[in-house]
């Protein structure tokens, strides 16, 4: 067998074949007797019809096609094995000539992970260092005063809505959601909302309705309603009085195993302190592969670009799905994009995220690193309590088992490379 092989872009390679006409007439040998399994002919038991009647029964085109598509599997998978390349997706295979008797050419159009030639990455990351962490008094206040209020005790009250109150409303605008009316919650006053809107909604009282025109400030994340006026309709559904407890050693009491103020304010401490190094650790992390992947160019892959936009595209249909609640069409109508608009805007970010991972890739390589059975075998229980019996069922147990390795394989690189950065 002769092959020739060439480098397309995109990280595509085209492979060609050509098998000799005796390599190519085993093939043909092997077609007639796998086909002659299913021919069927008066005077003869199944599967011992003669070669040339079943040649004549079938004709020799399929029998050809069936040859091909043999060989064609052998000639690839001995290529592909030999060459060491990892392909992606199925190949494009073009015949080119196929004839008994004769020599079969064809060639092979494949994309295939890319050579990525490393840079001294273990002196680029003993740079990168991990800063200590600092929790002030004033992050601590902040997160009892999130507690004091999450366990407040709210009273309906008939009278006008003040700031502090908890207020439920219901709204509508022609700039958001197509004009449909949507309820809302928030504590009147906190700026969970537009600062004009909240301040027109003081005063009202249960049952009350009122119009009125507000900004949108500049930051928000529609940029088409960037600093402009809309009219708001607005129906108080309720309001409460919120009462919120004193802060003192009662209160810490009633969140659990403390028994002072001063023990809750440590366990805070202690729980921030850990969020913030984990923080820090991950910013630590995307620095380090930042910079290395600055430092290598290679072709990226358009399959694996294109998966990774669509998955991008399934995260933002499941955001959309549960933080606004309405159907994805009604999103794209509201942001006035098509599907495909959306996803192609997520390229840069897709192919950020693959070059990230086949650089890791590589240096779990150039590192030897490798997710042993047992590591595989500890960690796959523990990413299945994050499911019900019921999700368990729809989950395709080998994906999950696939991404628990790469999540394990990642994790083994950048304590290796973290390694690196802490002995230098």
Known sequence: MKTSIKKLDKSQIEIQFELTAQEFAKYFDQAVLHLKEHVKMDGFRKGHVPANMV??????????????????????????????????GDPDVQIKKIAKGSEFLFTVKVTVLPEVTLPDYKEMVSRVKQHDVLVTEKEIQETIDYLQKSRAKFTLKNEPAIPGDFVEIEYATQSLNDGKAIKDRFILGNGGFLKDFEENVIGMQAGQEKEFT?????????????????????KMLSVQKMELAQINDDFAKSLGTFDTLVALKENLKEGI????????????????????????????????????????????????????????????????????????????????????????????????????????????????????????????????????????????????????????
């Open 214 to 234: 507000a900004k949108f400030p500049e930051n928000t994340p529609r940029k088409d309603l960037a600093g402009k006026d809309a009219t708001f309709n607005v």
């Open 273 to 424: 302190t850990l969020e913030k190094q984990e923080t820090e650790k991950q910013r630590a992390r995307s620095q380090m592969l930042e910079e290395i992947s600055e430092k290598v160019n290679f072709d990226l892959p358009e399959k694996m670009v294109e998966f990774e936009k669509e998955r991008l595209l399934e995260d933002l249909k499941v955001q959309v799905a549960g933080q606004f609640n309405i159907p994805f069409e009604q999103y794209l109508a509201s942001v006035k994009k098509t599907e495909q608009e959306i996803k192609d805007t997520y390229r840069l970010e897709a192919e950020k995220r693959i070059k990230n991972f086949l650089v890791l890739r590589q240096i779990g390589k150039a590192e030897n690193i490798e997710v042993t059975p047992e590591e595989l075998a500890q960690d796959l229980p523990k990413l299945m309590k994050n499911y019900t019996q019921e999700q368990l069922k729809k989950i395709d147990i080998g994906q999950l088992t696939e991404y628990s390795k790469g999540a394990i394989f990642n994790e083994k690189v950048f304590q290796k490379l973290e390694n690196f950065s802490n002995h230098k």
């Open 55 to 88: 040649e004549e029964k079938i004709g020799k085109e399929n029998i050809l096609m069936e040859a091909g598509d043999l060989a064609v599997k052998w000639a690839y998978s001995k290529f592909v094995e030999e060459q060491k390349l990892e392909p992606i």
